[in-house]
């Protein structure tokens, strides 16, 4: 069912070799592949037939759920509307991401929109890995759209990861934290060539006491682009901190623009910016530890993206 | 084992103050360093202490005269080339980096994974407790423990050549003591030339041979007992009449 390609972007994408054990759902070229259920993870197909709906049961512990595409079919634009539904209580991981491969000279890409209800009290790991590779010219894009509600004291946290190869990319992370829930976000991206990854986030802490951190790492090779804006709302007492640092190298352009937006008197929002170079200090010290020049961008750069 | 021929440093332009204008920081140094001893470099701010402890890294390179490391001639050699030799180098401000954590440094610095190895090495440093491995190393760690990685990095190494910038800066008065009786355990039991650049007498003390180095000159070599004339007119003030004063003013420093 699955063949050699396949097995290649879903080892990149979401670390499986072979199909997943527990639920899943795979999909290739807008097409269904396979898909299996549990006990306590549901997948159903939505109304609009446009993608899946996720229904995991409250108190549902320790299981996971991978969702990974695959697009190699060229010319292919797949759009896909997904939705998680986090019962109470539960604690959950979902894997998600998507590989692209482009073998010809037509462009192709990926939207996934997921939304995500998360409630009370339920703690949810969502990763997402983007990748895209081929020898063809065609351009490769991806635009995902995140959509984060939060319930009462639930947590979530979301690795979202896009490590080359993506020839445009406009991502959208979207939370709303409710009460004492709290939120931590890592994304880290490497651009190269001629390629353009744009990230928008907003978040809006709405409830007492919510707490989010989002921190994100960009490395900038070639002549790529990268524009960050990640907006803090705090509508209650509630801590907030965005952290985002970029390494340019060679005639990478940047732009990092952090906003916090306190609607509250008890908010406390910070955030703490850089674009630069790799500090030649860094260099130094690990080429005194024998690494070359070459070595040593290489080994702080994977660090860095870690 | 290590031998500095008339070296001299010089920077012009971009880095001063006053375009174009040559400075001399090092200013023909010859010297030969014995295989498994301790020498201390000291001397006055800015005398060019640590720019020769550079050059010899290769962090700097010379402007003229040579450096001969075990017989071989390393001058145009690069850092990476003089680490892989044998030489090792504690700086003094310590890099930080975001997502490296000290196992990553100590793993690169020893050349293995091994978690009983890393252990040792810690053990071999004094480094305890053993969760210190997986600690970032990034802004938050203290003053103490930046030195304490660069140290175990340097040593991790097992260089015939360390060179330890400052060991002391930002360590308490209480961990100077057993710094400096590792240093001397290893040049002893590993028979390692070291080279501390300090202005610490705990360093002084425990130096096989001091060199003392004045406006980027050697101005002296020998024991501390014969450089204790020197250093203490080095260290007189010169500014006691201005600031002083001529009625019952005290200097407090």
């Given at each position: 069912m699955l063949n050699a390609l396949d097995k290649k972007l879903l080892k990149a994408v979401a670390d499986l070799e072979e199909i997943p054990k527990g639920s899943y759902n795979i999909r290739k070229n807008g097409k269904l592949l396979g898909r299996e259920i549990?006990?306590?993870?549901?997948?159903?197909?939505?109304?609009?037939?446009?993608?899946?709906?996720?229904?995991?049961?409250?108190?549902?512990?320790?299981?996971?759920?991978?969702i990974p595409v695959i697009v190699s079919q060229t010319g292919l634009h797949d759009v896909v509307y997904n939705t998680f539904i986090v019962g109470e209580n539960s604690d959950v991981t979902i894997i998600a991401g998507c590989g692209i491969h482009c073998g010809e000279s037509k462009s192709l890409g990926h939207e996934g929109i997921h939304e995500f209800f998360v409630g009370k009290n339920a703690k949810v790991k969502y990763v997402e890995k983007h990748i895209a590779m081929g020898d063809g010219t065609g351009k490769r894009t991806l635009n995902p759209v995140?959509?984060?509600?939060?319930?009462?004291?639930?947590?979530?946290?979301?690795?979202?990861?896009?490590?080359?190869?993506?020839?445009?990319?406009?991502?959208?992370?979207?939370?709303?934290?409710?009460?004492?829930?709290?939120?931590?976000?890592?994304?880290?991206?490497?651009?190269?060539?001629?390629?353009?990854?744009?990230?928008k986030n907003e978040i809006v802490l709405a409830g007492q006491d919510s707490r989010a951190n989002f921190i994100s790492r960009s490395v900038i090779k070639g002549n790529s682009r990268q524009d960050f804006y990640a907006t803090l709302e705090a509508n209650a007492r509630c801590f907030g901190h965005i952290e985002c640092d970029a390494i340019i190298m060679d005639n990478g352009?940047?732009?990092?623009?952090?906003?916090?937006?306190?609607?509250?008197?008890?908010?406390?929002?910070?955030?703490?910016?850089?674009?630069?170079?790799i500090a030649n200090d860094q260099l130094m010290?690990?080429?005194?530890?024998?690494?070359?020049?070459?070595?040593?961008?290489?080994?702080?750069?994977?660090?860095?993206?870690? | 084992m290590l031998e500095l021929k008339d070296i001299k440093f010089s920077v012009t332009g971009a880095d001063e103050p006053n375009n174009n204008v040559t400075r001399t920081i090092i200013d023909g140094i010859s010297f030969k360093f014995k295989k498994g001893k301790f020498y201390a470099i000291t001397g006055?701010?800015?005398?060019?202490?640590?720019?020769?402890?550079?050059?010899?890294?290769?962090?700097?390179?010379?402007?003229?005269?040579?450096?001969?490391?075990d017989g071989k001639n390393?001058?145009?050699?690069?850092?990476?080339?003089?680490?892989?030799?044998?030489?090792?180098?504690?700086?003094?401000?310590?890099?930080?980096?975001?997502?490296i954590t000290f196992r990553d440094l100590l793993v690169i610095a020893s050349g293995t994974e091994d978690e009983e190895k890393l252990v040792e090495i810690l053990r071999r440093v004094g480094i305890c407790p053993l969760d210190f491995l997986d600690k970032p190393v990034d802004s938050k760690l203290s003053g103490g423990e930046i030195k304490k990685v660069e140290l175990a990095t340097t040593i991790a190494r097992n260089p015939k050549l360390a060179i330890y910038d400052e060991p002391d800066t930002g360590i308490d008065l209480w961990t100077i003591e057993p710094m400096v009786n590792l240093l001397k355990k290893e040049q002893e039991k590993y028979n390692t030339t070291t080279i501390v650049v300090s202005h610490n007498k705990a360093f002084l003390e425990a130096a096989d041979s001091l060199l003392l180095i004045k406006d980027?000159?050697?101005?002296?070599?020998?024991?501390?007992?014969?450089?204790?004339?020197?250093?203490?007119?080095?260290?007189?003030?010169?500014?006691?009449?201005?600031?002083?004063?001529?009625?019952?003013?005290?200097c407090f420093r």
């Open positions: 549990s006990a306590n993870i549901i997948i159903d197909t939505n109304k609009e037939g446009t993608g899946i709906v996720v229904t995991i049961k409250p108190g549902t512990v320790n299981e996971s759920v991978h995140t959509k984060v509600f939060m319930e009462e004291g639930s947590h979530v946290e979301m690795e979202l990861t896009q490590l080359g190869g993506v020839d445009e990319a406009n991502r959208l992370n979207e939370a709303n934290l409710g009460t004492k829930s709290s939120l931590l976000v890592a994304e880290r991206v490497l651009t190269d060539y001629q390629q353009v990854a744009v990230s352009v940047n732009e990092t623009i952090p906003a916090l937006r306190a609607h509250h008197p008890d908010a406390e929002l910070t955030h703490e910016a850089s674009i630069g170079k010290k690990i080429m005194s530890l024998g690494l070359t020049y070459d070595e040593a961008v290489n080994w702080i750069i994977q660090g860095f993206l870690k | 006055p701010n800015g005398s060019g202490k640590t720019t020769l402890a550079k050059l010899i890294m290769g962090i700097n390179q010379v402007t003229s005269g040579s450096i001969l490391f390393i001058t145009k050699q690069s850092i990476t080339d003089r680490a892989q030799g044998g030489i090792a180098y504690s700086f003094q401000n310590p890099a930080r980096f975001k997502g980027g000159k050697i101005a002296y070599t020998g024991d501390l007992e014969g450089a204790e004339p020197i250093l203490k007119d080095l260290s007189v003030c010169g500014f006691g009449e201005i600031c002083e004063g001529e009625d019952n003013a005290e």
